[in-house]
């Protein structure tokens, strides 16, 4: 299918896909929950050799890893056009809704040639959507709400100035968390660690100082058990948990690399947090006991080989799989004993998404397979995402609406999944 430029060619669709709010809604980063798991069912079991069918591709989004969030009716993602950052809305057939601009796209670092001419310069956050406002942070820590609809500038918050704050190295990358009336980040200031805004103004609700590290690229979740509800999250050197009412620390576990780079979500399962990062750090699984009012941690296993970089790793039915950095291998361990269940190359080192029983993986190299959500790895089909982007395939995979998304550096290509 021929790739057209958005914001001024409608898009070819199949007639018959479209997204409910009910069941289809993927409004954050990871999804409602944060854990990387779509609620859809119905889905194609297995694929065609040349892969499900491309419904349609755009092109023009801006060089960037963003994802893409999903209402009712609208597409949205972030990029870099002509260094400068634009959150884009696009309706279900890919054409521009609106565009509206976000700062200063973010500069490689001095000292880091390698890095140049890869394409590592654009977008890193997921657009967050609520109640009608799109919530974006840029790679500078500029932070802004826009009117959903129109595109508008509701306000808008220089992280940076107002908590004191440095960008980390590779810019800014946390995909923002709201709870009802606060929004959560990590903006890293000597004037607030984590800190809670009011969604409607960008007011300062309450700042975290006890944590006292600087960021990393790591995007929050929210979990409540025992009757505790807790935002965890990890700075540069940890992983902690906060009272999302107030802020107070209620724990926090070292958990660093040589670089100071912790980018994966952490995943929450019974009590238990499982966190990974690259750089030789591995993964470790922590056992959370519940006091008053502290919380302990305990380290239960730990996995050097499954040193997840960024790609993430998803908890179905008790198992956990996601991919290793150092060794670029699909991992299978199972909660909460932490034995391995298998070690595949699969499509190498990727991210991935979970939907109806299975895991979407998709390769850095833009190769995307079909498995089986089971601790026996089992294929359902492999395509190569279509050539043209420049860079490496880091923005992760999004199943929505009998829909897979993929966003490659200013490209977009959404595929058919459910049986005509």
Not at 196 to 208: F, I
Not at 256 to 284: A, D, L, M
Request: proline share 5%.
């Amino acid at each position: 299918m021929k790739t057209q430029r958005i914001w001024f060619v409608a898009l070819s669709v199949i007639s018959g896909l479209t997204v409910s709010a009910d069941d289809a809604c993927w409004p954050c980063w990871r999804g409602r929950a944060r854990d990387d798991i779509s609620t859809e069912k119905g889905l194609l079991s297995h694929w065609p050799a040349a892969g499900p069918k491309l419904i349609w591709s755009a092109d023009g989004l801006g060089i960037g890893f963003s994802s893409v969030t999903i209402d009712e009716n609208t597409i949205y993602t972030a990029g870099v056009i002509s260094n400068r950052t634009y959150v884009l809305a696009l309706t279900l057939d890919g054409r521009l809704r609106w565009r509206a601009l976000n700062g200063g796209g973010w500069n490689v670092p001095e000292d880091a040639s390698f890095a140049r001419g890869r394409n590592l310069e654009g977008s890193r956050a997921t657009p967050s959507l609520d109640d009608g406002r799109v919530y974006h942070m840029n790679d500078k820590g500029r932070l802004l709400a826009l009117d959903a609809g129109t595109g508008a500038e509701l306000w808008a918050v220089d992280l940076t100035a107002r908590f004191q704050a440095s960008p980390p190295k590779w810019g800014y990358a946390e995909s923002v968390l709201i709870d009802g009336n606060r929004l959560f980040c990590y903006p890293g200031g000597t004037a607030g660690r984590l800190v809670a805004l009011d969604k409607t103004t960008g007011r300062t609700l309450w700042v975290n100082r006890e944590i006292g590290e600087p960021p990393s690229y790591c995007s929050a979740l929210l979990v409540r058990d025992k009757g505790v509800r807790q935002l965890i999250s990890m700075s540069a050197k940890s992983v902690f948990g906060v009272d999302p009412e107030t802020g107070r620390l209620l724990w926090r576990h070292p958990f660093r690399n040589k670089r100071g780079i912790n980018v994966s979500t952490p995943v929450y399962y019974r009590g238990h947090v499982f966190v990974s990062s690259g750089y030789g750090r591995g993964s470790e699984l922590l056992k959370l006991t519940y006091g008053n009012p502290r919380i302990t941690v305990e380290t239960v296993w730990s996995h050097k080989e499954l040193d997840n970089h960024h790609g993430g790793v998803v908890c179905v039915g008790g198992f956990l799989y996601g991919t290793g950095s150092a060794k670029p291998r699909w991992y299978c361990i199972e909660l909460p004993s932490g034995k391995q269940r298998y070690k595949e190359k699969g499509v190498g080192k990727g991210s991935v998404t979970v939907a109806d029983g299975r895991l979407y993986c998709l390769g850095e190299h833009g190769t995307v397979a079909l498995v089986d959500a089971k601790p026996e790895y089992q294929e359902h089909g492999r395509f190569k995402v279509p050539s043209g982007g420049k860079g490496l395939h880091w923005a992760h995979p999004v199943v929505c609406g009998g829909r897979l998304y993929l966003r490659h550096a200013d490209k977009l290509f959404v595929y058919a999944l459910r049986p005509r």
